[in-house]
């Protein structure tokens, strides 16, 4: 099974769109409606520097998606696949997502896909 981190999408400028910038949770939102039923769930433990071995001792390789903020969401990966929450093994862009799977104890990066690909 597989586990799917996202980077939050492209916030627009306050001048480009005052009253909505593009949150994590809207960005899961998107991805909800798109490619899932449609429903989201708020997780804890997920903000820009809370910490990534505490959140990923609770993760399972279930097909879910997690979307968050930089740095956190670079740091867990490179922890889930190296041990090092600061190996940098990924440059998230905004919108971005990371497909990572499970092989026993130890985890690999699938895949990566990036917006400016698509």
Wanted: aromatic residues 10%; charged residues 25%; glycine residues 8%.
């Amino acid at each position: 099974m597989a586990m799917y981190f996202v980077r939050h999408g492209i916030a627009l400028a306050k001048e480009a769109d005052p009253d909505h910038p593009l949150s994590a949770e809207e960005t899961a939102q998107i991805f909800a409606n798109q490619i899932g039923d449609g429903s989201v769930y708020q997780r804890s433990g997920m903000d820009p520097k809370d910490n990534v071995k505490v959140f990923s001792a609770l993760l399972e390789a279930d097909d879910t998606m997690y979307v968050g903020h930089l740095p956190y969401m670079g740091k867990l990966v490179s922890y889930l696949t190296t041990g090092d929450e600061d190996a940098d093994v990924i440059k998230f862009a905004n919108g971005g997502v990371v497909c990572i799977e499970k092989d026993g104890e130890k985890f690999h990066i699938e895949w990566y896909l990036k917006p400016s690909i698509c």
